[in-house]
């Protein structure tokens, strides 16, 4: 049964700084692709940041993120991060991670996963 679960999530200021994590059970994360996504109030859940499985290798980011949020696996803890750097209080929202079998490029579309986590909630603000 797979199953992902999303921590690292709080209150900091505009330009600070976060690490979420994503842990997997009930499967080698490796081999899957892991999506993060967030949602703020009263706005659609989007994508923000993917990591493909090693035999594709592809990562991509949302353009409001490209430069300051960073994605990687730790295969040794069954783990994907998401480190953001330069936060603004845009960024604020419910973050999520998502994963699905039977694929191995990862996508931003919310569509294509079909195991989620509760979400971490992450402010940005003074």
């Known amino acids: 049964h797979l199953q992902v679960v999303e921590s690292g999530g709080g209150l900091v200021q505009p330009g600070g700084s976060l690490r979420l994590s994503c842990t997997a059970s009930?499967?080698?994360?490796?081999?899957?692709?892991i999506g993060w996504f967030r949602q703020a109030p009263g706005k659609e859940r989007e994508g923000v940041s993917c990591i493909s499985s090693p035999d594709d290798g592809n990562v991509f980011y949302e353009d409001s993120v490209e430069g300051r949020f960073t994605i990687s696996r730790d295969p040794g803890k069954n783990t994907v991060y998401l480190q953001m750097n330069s936060l603004k209080p845009e960024d604020t929202g419910v973050y999520f991670c998502a994963t699905v079998e039977l694929m191995r490029r990862c996508t931003l579309f919310t569509g294509l996963y079909d195991t989620w986590g509760q979400g971490t909630q992450v402010t940005v603000s003074a």
């Open positions: 009930g499967f080698i994360s490796d081999y899957y692709p």
